[in-house]
């Protein structure tokens, strides 16, 4: 069983920045960051693969925030830049196996973490 933790969230103003972090019990998975605003459904954010290198972002949030891995202490990040009100969700990480194909579906996140608030003010 892998187990995934979150931590980094946490109130900030508009056009302001927070840095998400992941650890995961396990490794070389296909790591991910979704996330859920109140009365929506839970949607992508940004996914690296388990080698790393390789990425892909929400179109939302392109050029604004960066994924990023440490494979040698297991952990993901997110680095979230030039905040927006529309980003405050509750963030989740999320892992796939290794053996999952590239871009990975959402059916192939068999781990979640239990989230993290970002709220961000206007």
């Known amino acids: 069983q892998v187990q995934l933790v979150e931590s980094g969230g946490g109130l900030v103003q508009a056009g302001g920045s927070l840095r998400l972090s992941c650890a995961a019990s396990?490794?070389?998975?296909?790591m991910a960051w979704f996330r859920q605003a109140p009365g929506k459904e839970r949607e992508f954010v940004a996914a690296?693969?388990?080698?790393?290198?390789?990425?892909r972002y929400a179109d939302s949030v392109k050029g604004r925030f960066s994924i990023s891995r440490d494979n040698a202490r297991n952990t993901v990040y997110l680095q979230m830049d030039s905040l927006k009100p529309e980003d405050t969700a509750v963030y989740y990480c999320?892992?796939?196996?290794?053996?999952?194909?590239?871009?990975?579906?959402?059916?192939?996140?068999?781990?979640w973490g239990q989230g993290t608030q970002v709220t961000v003010s206007s």
């Open positions: 690296i693969f388990w080698a790393g290198g390789i990425t």
């Open positions: 999320a892992a796939a196996p290794a053996s999952a194909r590239w871009p990975p579906v959402v059916g192939a996140f068999d781990y």
């Open positions: 396990g490794r070389a998975f296909t």
